[in-house]
């Protein structure tokens, strides 16, 4: 086992997220973009029960039966989302350990990502006048979020992905 993966399952248990509730650690990044603005809007809840409910049948097929519960994973939302933000940021630098290791890093961290933009995208505000579906926070926030999960390559010759 990796040192950064302990490192990370222990910051998530410190947080409340216990070893049972890591599988669910992707939904981290989305709960911090729909808290950037200091509250989570009705649609954004919405959209993260989706994102939820989404996660448990992917975690459940790759399980190959139902392993993963809807309820615990709306539990573990609300646990996130009573958090304070620079514990929520925290936490999502822990998601790389977790989830973007291994040999499905880039689909990892492309789920993750889409999900954040449709968390993002899930509510309207108003700046500047203009109708707009980003505001600034979370704008920086999935700036942050990509800063915090970028997947590391190196350029190797010939290669036209490079490696991880």
């Given amino acids: 086992m990796h040192e950064s ?9 410190a947080a409340g ?13 989305l709960v911090d973009v729909a808290m950037a603005d200091g509250e989570v809007q009705p649609e954004e809840a919405a959209q993260l029960e989706r994102e939820a409910r989404d996660l448990v049948a992917r ?30 940021a925290q936490l999502t630098a822990q998601v790389r350990a977790l989830e973007l290791e291994g ?12 999900g954040c933009l449709r968390v993002a995208m899930a509510s309207q505000t108003m700046e500047a006048g203009e109708l707009v579906h980003f505001c600034r926070e979370e704008r920086l926030r999935i700036y942050g979020i990509l800063q915090s999960l970028a997947i590391t ?8 992905s490079g490696e991880s």
């Fill in 59 to 88: 975690l459940n097929a790759e399980a190959g039966y139902a392993a993963f519960s809807v309820e615990r994973a709306l539990e573990v939302l609300m646990k996130l989302r009573r958090l304070a933000p620079f514990e929520l």
């Fill in 17 to 29: 997220i216990g070893a049972d509730d890591a599988y669910f650690a992707p939904l981290i990044p």
């Fill in 5 to 13: 993966w302990k490192a990370a399952r222990a910051r998530l248990a």
């Fill in 153 to 160: 390559r190196r350029y190797t010759p010939g290669s036209r």
């Fill in 103 to 114: 040999e499905d890093a880039e689909a990892a961290f492309s789920r993750i990502v889409a």
